[in-house]
């Protein structure tokens, strides 16, 4: 299969370009080899994100399914390296425009919210302990903010360094900490009054 990169190169004169910038862009081209890679690598983590962030694991396969597909139709101007975190962004993106969606909908009545569990279950001798709390760590989560959940999941569930969060959701590092200690206390206090001690 030929490439976004070989087509670009089919066309490419050095000797008519000299221009750095031109060689740089002409370096830097993900081919498809690079994007497989990339999807290889990222799409559990991404899917993950997506499937806490909007609590429907259909929706989530979808925004993984568009954010890999934004990818491909842009690998000729993202840089294999900083791929990861733009298909990151893309999928954070898309989550937000999913979830003010739904607001929007159900302002005016039209679509109820589906709630799914996902799997939390240590093992089989506390299934119904890790399932009920599951269940209230799941619901706690979903009375957050959209702001308030990326960053806890980020951060808490999917355990990324805070340099990278920042980056991913184009915050300062003060303000990210700030929403970060507040999404925790807005979730702990919910835990508290839903009989579950943090």
Known sequence: MRTTTLRFADSFDANSCNNSRGAAFFVRAMNSEGFQTVVREQKNRVYSYAAMMLRNQAEAQDVVQE????????????DQSGAPMWLKRTAHNLCIDRIRRRKVRAEVGTEKLEATSIDTSPGPDRVAESDRLGLEIEQALGKLSEQDRSVLILREVQERPYAEIAEMLELPMGTLKARLHRAREQLRKTLIRAGVRP
Request: charge should be positive; avoid cysteine; hydrophobic fraction near 40%.
């Open 67 to 78: 954010s890999m597909v934004r990818l491909w139709q842009n690998q000729s101007k993202v």
